[in-house]
């Protein structure tokens, strides 16, 4: 996935968890655990998990720390020339910018025909029911994110674990104690981590 030098991130090696933080922090702390004199810490695995999302971040820890930086700013610049590269608005009279961003919409024709009756018109009520939708659904959408975050880490650090389907059932029933049970063997960081992503979705 993309991300940028201040994304939030945790990093494993193995089992262990060696760093959590902002990207160019974690990345050198991975890059320093991956040079490491010692054969057992150079030759186990470095994942860099998003800590909101548990997608894995790709970084190239080759080279010095200078060059692992510069990677990373480059990365953030090439980030940010994507979202300056969207076209802008045409400039004209009217309302203000808004920052809205046109999409193709499909409807059926009734849709269309009561949007258009809305104050304001089709655009506006569209922006009013999302707003809507998403302060209704604030809270499954926040538990649904929590379980798929916890879900995606899970499966990439403990698959093969003893207990890993029981806890994923666990998890997506929203059994706080069957979970905590089910992944209590597992190593300590690991357990603790795939915890903390799960609080949401586990919560009353």
């Given at each position: 996935m993309q991300a940028?030098?201040?994304?939030r991130c945790t990093a494993f090696a193995g089992t262990r968890r060696i760093a959590s933080g902002a990207l160019r922090h974690v990345a050198l702390v991975a890059?320093?655990?991956l040079q490491s004199n010692d054969p057992q810490a150079g030759s186990e695995p470095i994942l860099i998990f998003d800590e909101r999302t548990s997608h894995l971040?790709?970084?190239d820890l080759r080279g010095s720390s200078a060059d692992l930086l510069k990677r990373l700013a480059e990365s953030d610049v090439a980030?940010?020339?994507?979202v300056e590269d969207l076209p802008e608005p045409r400039k004209g009279p009217g309302r203000p910018r808004l920052g809205v961003v046109a999409r193709e919409v499909t409807l059926l024709p009734r849709h269309w025909q009561w949007l258009a009756a809305q104050p304001g018109g089709a655009s506006v009520a569209l922006r009013k029911l999302v707003e809507d939708a998403?302060?209704?659904n604030a809270g499954n959408d926040r538990k649904r994110a929590a379980q798929e975050s916890a879900y995606r880490f899970m499966a990439t650090m403990a698959g093969d674990a003893p207990g890993f389907e029981e806890a994923t059932r666990a998890l997506f029933a929203g059994d706080a104690s069957a979970f905590e049970e089910r992944i209590g063997?597992?190593?300590d960081d690991v357990r603790?981590?795939?915890a903390l992503l799960a609080a949401d979705a586990l919560r009353d």
């Amino acid at each position: 996935m993309q991300a940028t030098p201040d994304t939030r991130c945790t990093a494993f090696a193995g089992t262990r968890r060696i760093a959590s933080g902002a990207l160019r922090h974690v990345a050198l702390v991975a890059q320093r655990e991956l040079q490491s004199n010692d054969p057992q810490a150079g030759s186990e695995p470095i994942l860099i998990f998003d800590e909101r999302t548990s997608h894995l971040i790709e970084v190239d820890l080759r080279g010095s720390s200078a060059d692992l930086l510069k990677r990373l700013a480059e990365s953030d610049v090439a980030v940010r020339a994507e979202v300056e590269d969207l076209p802008e608005p045409r400039k004209g009279p009217g309302r203000p910018r808004l920052g809205v961003v046109a999409r193709e919409v499909t409807l059926l024709p009734r849709h269309w025909q009561w949007l258009a009756a809305q104050p304001g018109g089709a655009s506006v009520a569209l922006r009013k029911l999302v707003e809507d939708a998403r302060r209704a659904n604030a809270g499954n959408d926040r538990k649904r994110a929590a379980q798929e975050s916890a879900y995606r880490f899970m499966a990439t650090m403990a698959g093969d674990a003893p207990g890993f389907e029981e806890a994923t059932r666990a998890l997506f029933a929203g059994d706080a104690s069957a979970f905590e049970e089910r992944i209590g063997a597992w190593p300590d960081d690991v357990r603790d981590h795939a915890a903390l992503l799960a609080a949401d979705a586990l919560r009353d």
